[in-house]
């Protein structure tokens, strides 16, 4: 299953900042669908996600709501993705 959308780059700032791509409504709804029977437990989800060049497996995490993709450093830099961006983004999960 392969999900595609268009989100925001965030960042969530703690000891140190995290960088987020929320998923819109449309799009929550559909990995709700799957995902009682894909979670391993506090309603994270397992996916891959391709960002331009980069494809990369994580874990979707639940929050208050829509869920929100994790962008690691290691793919944001070097894809020059920048806060506010508007970034494409596919999720593909193993059903």
């Known amino acids: 299953m392969e999900l595609r959308f268009t989100g925001e780059l965030i960042e969530w ?6 960088y987020f791509i929320q998923t819109p409504p449309k799009i929550t709804a559909e990995i709700k669908v799957i ?7 506090w309603g994270v989800l397992h996916t891959y996600v391709t960002i331009n060049k980069s494809h990369w497996r994580t874990a ?8 929100l ?5 290691a ?13 494409k983004t596919m999720l593909t999960f193993d059903l």
């Open 35 to 41: 995902a009682a029977a894909k979670t391993y437990g």
């Open 13 to 18: 700032r703690g000891p140190a900042p995290f």
């Open 75 to 87: 793919i944001r830099v070097p894809e020059k993705l920048e806060l506010g961006q508007s970034i």
């Open 69 to 73: 993709v994790p962008i690691k450093n």
């Open 60 to 67: 979707l995490i639940p929050k208050d709501g829509p869920y």
